[in-house]
């Protein structure tokens, strides 16, 4: 198997699979505080503010240490979501906005665009498509415009607008887990000179082809990618250490988590002269400023 290829799908299961952990711990987290409520008829407490007189909740420590642990679930949940919308609203601006000239003669599974620059790429969550630019298919010669054609393509059979975006959004929002945003970034790389490596296949081996495929685009080319083409070892390391410390982490707090469940006492009463829903309000109004906070992020 290719190096890159090799490198690209262990950090991306490294990274799902840690990704996944912290999500479900997330929503451990918040289903842990809704199973130890308890609704009662009466308040537990009560309290004069400004000469109203207010329920409140009562909570032991365990309680309350699960309620912060709940709110930053909701506000990671709350900025996952929002991320998803984020991303699906650009993906609907990108259909709209670009200037389709139609199929590719030769390749009816390429779309073109109308653009004087060299661009090419692959785009489209549920089913990806590869773009080219008019002025790529003026600029580039067969070869060429095949090498580049071949890199997008792998882009699209492995779905790595999809799988791009999600690691991405899931590093910004799962704070708590750093391993997850550093494996993400790494995959980024990896996928790219996957793709290069599956390029320089359809073309023979030739690497003059892909590097001057590379050279022909305004964006320019990153340094690994010029380094890989040019035969280069690259660096396939993953951050084991880190991940090592993330998976720690994410258990130390799952079994934190589940201790609290054992031991959390909270009590409200919904239906009080003075409810103390109006004090319980402020956890899910916290969790939601957490959220946006974090989603500001991405």
Known sequence: MRPATDAAQRAYRLGGGLAMAALLLTVAMVGAAL??????????????L???RVALPAANPAAIALLILATVGVGVLVAVLRGVWTIARAHRRLQRGLPV????PEAPDVTVFAH????????GLLRPRVYVSSG????????ELRAVLEHERLHRARRDPL???????????????????TLARRYDTFAELSADEHALAAVGGDASVLASAMLAFDAGVAPERADHALGIAGDWT??????????AGIAGL????????????????????????????????SALALGLWASRRF
């Open 35 to 48: 199973s130890r409520l308890s609704v009662r008829g009466d308040p537990a407490h009560e309290a004069s």
């Open 50 to 52: 400004a000469g109203v």
């Open 101 to 104: 000239a139609g199929e590719l």
């Open 116 to 123: 004087d620059r060299v661009l090419a790429f692959c785009a």
């Open 136 to 143: 790529a298919l003026r600029e580039l010669g067969d070869a």
């Open 163 to 181: 799988r791009l975006v999600t690691a991405r959004l899931l590093g910004e929002a799962l704070f708590f887990a750093p391993a997850v945003r």
């Open 238 to 247: 993953l951050p084991l250490g880190l991940s090592g410390m993330t998976a």
């Open 254 to 285: 799952a079994l934190l988590v589940w201790q609290l469940g054992h031991h959390a006492v909270l009590r409200t009463a919904l239906v009080s002269p003075a409810p103390c829903v109006i004090v319980l309000a402020l956890v899910p109004l």
